[in-house]
């Protein structure tokens, strides 16, 4: 499998105090759209920006496309298309000046570059606001420029913070259906932590959690991890109430459950067999308790539940997360973690 | 090579825009003017044209004129520009020397284009114009030397508060601490006869130079140094500083301060490797110090 990204043991220590990337193995195969996912503070930004050579790797190494990263890494950043969150520009230019500017950075020529512009910023939307400064713009005409910016070069690798952070739903759409275009014939990858906008438009994931990778592999693998068995109830009542009627169910034989947020309860059931037995004694329960029972639900996002699935597997490995081989991430196949 | 540098000259060219655009440099640009007439105009029939010029290169040197130089030079590789630098610049295929020598460029070409669209004029006028006073020996060659000089420290000035943004990250505190510790080491310098450093010092030999003839470079030699045009310089300064204050005129020190005899080793090429030296060593040091850097 060729490789468009790849990292080994990349590691991110600012000021030795804050570890923002921890030891990270990452595989980006060729011509995917590949999903970083991960909640905020996972590293997935620290991540981007090591590969493009914005911050120096306090160990391990990163490639984009066989090229080592590095902070004079040009030839890597050549390479690159990038879009970070809530892209900051120079305020007191305009697009077209901005984007000639980008163009002038990656050497392109000005028979070329002038076109180019013109038709990107016709293509992202923003032919309308030429002549505003970009100071003026909102947060959706930034992203569109930042979008633009990023393909002006025409790169084969994008690398995309939050695309679609702060955006109304129309900007949203179009976003999502540009990377769709886009990775036709680019390798793409998609930092989020929208699992709707992953579910929607990745083949490959990484799954991000205080700096680690806990899981990597194809969209179907990460899928195939969901418990299929498993409900989530939606109660009204106390907290306190809510977690008696948890150690409750917790006691009954092979059954678990497991706080959500605060008033929802995601049971899972060991025999898919007993299902509905189980299900008549965890509703026994909450009927005898002092909670109210407002929703049952089985079809949930399933790449919602699998990344909360995941996450509450990796806290609760404690120190078994600690490994000096290849850490514990996923196998993306059989979706068993390395012990 | 034209596509070799494009990015170079972009950037220096991004960096003069937005220097421009900026209200320090208009404003700077005005008041170096209007400073300039107004030193004219009341010394025209006062001063030779040595002292004139000295004392309209004396803004530049000792004050107020450093202070703008402190702010216009700071990096931009500090305060809020950092995040728009990274996203918007750094991310391309540009390495951090080629940015921030571009961005140097830019800044040191400002502050000579200010100060040398005023002052070349103001010199010419000065001294090929008929005044009221009696002729003086300055020579082109001299004039020529003394814009040199002055654009010399200013370059020096410049390097040294990229430094400070470099360093200090936050440009308020980057002028403030260039500001308190410029002023003490141009004394100390002076003090310990190292004139090469010291702006005051050359604010003194600057009517000698501008009358040195070509070929004939060396600053002032104990014999030449005209103590009448020391006292004048240090009257001005002290009338200058008064005026600004709008205290009582700073009481004259002792003539034997400008008497001293000291600078018959003050030549310009020791000045030039005075100031261009450091200037050298303090870009290196930005370079380095800015490779270090995360963003």
Partial sequence: ?339 | MGQWLMPFLAIVTHEIRFLWASWLVRLWLIGTALLAFLTTAGNWGQMSSALLVASLLFSYLVFPWFLVVFMLGISPVTGTRLDALADGILSRPVTRHEYLLAAWVARVLVVLGVFLVVMIPATVIVVAAKRPVPADDVTWYGVIAALGVVSLVLTFLVSVSFLAGTLLRKPLFAVVILTFVWFPISMVMHTFSLEEFSPISLSQALPTLLRTPWKEDALADASRTNAQDLQAISDLGNSFISALTGGAPVKQRPAGFFERGDYKDFALTRVILGYGIPTLAVLGLTLFLFSRRDL
């Avoid at chain 1, 949203?172 to 990858?189: G, K, S």
């Avoid at chain 1, 009627?245 to 947020?261: E, F, K, M, N």
């Avoid at chain 1, 008033?263 to 899972?268: A, P």
């Fill in chain 1, 1 to 339: 499998m060729e490789l468009a990204i790849s990292t080994q043991h990349l590691t991110k220590v600012y000021g030795k105090r804050v570890i923002a990337v921890n030891d990270l193995n990452l595989e980006v195969p060729s011509g995917s759209v590949y999903g970083l996912l991960g909640p905020n503070g996972a590293g997935k930004t620290t991540t981007l920006r090591l590969l493009l050579g914005l911050q120096r790797a306090t160990a391990g190494r990163a490639e984009v496309m066989g090229r080592p990263c590095g902070i004079n890494g040009t030839s890597v950043r050549r390479l690159i298309g990038y879009l970070p969150t809530h892209p900051s520009f120079p305020s007191h230019l305009r697009p077209v000046e901005y984007l000639d500017l980008v163009g002038k950075l990656s050497r392109i020529p000005s028979e070329q570059r002038k076109p180019r512009l013109t038709s990107l910023l016709r293509a992202v939307g923003l032919s309308t606001a030429t002549s505003q400064r970009i100071g003026t713009f909102s947060t959706g005409m930034r992203t569109r420029l930042g979008i633009a910016a990023s393909l002006l070069a025409d790169p084969p690798l994008l690398l995309w913070d939050e695309p679609t952070a702060g955006l109304d739903p129309a900007a949203r759409r179009f976003t999502l259906d540009l990377i769709r275009e886009l990775a036709a014939t680019r390798t793409v990858v998609v930092a989020t932590h929208i699992l709707g906008d992953i579910d929607q438009i990745c083949d490959h994931v990484g799954v991000m959690h205080e700096g680690r990778m806990i899981f990597s592999g194809s969209m179907h693998a990460m899928k195939q991890r969901l418990q299929d068995d498993d409900f989530r109830l939606e109660l009204e009542g106390s907290p306190e109430a809510i977690r008696h009627v948890v150690q409750q169910v917790h006691a009954l034989p092979g059954i678990t459950a497991l706080i959500r947020d605060t008033f929802t309860v995601v049971i899972g059931v060991e025999d898919a067999e007993r299902r509905a037995g189980a299900l008549a004694e965890v509703l026994k329960l909450v009927d005898a308790s002092d909670v109210a029972l407002q929703a049952i639900r089985s079809g949930q996002n399933e790449t919602e539940y699998a990344y909360l699935q995941l996450l509450s597997e990796d806290q609760a490995h404690g120190f078994r997360r600690f490994d000096l081989q290849d850490g514990p991430v996923v196998d993306a196949v059989s979706g068993n973690r390395d012990a």
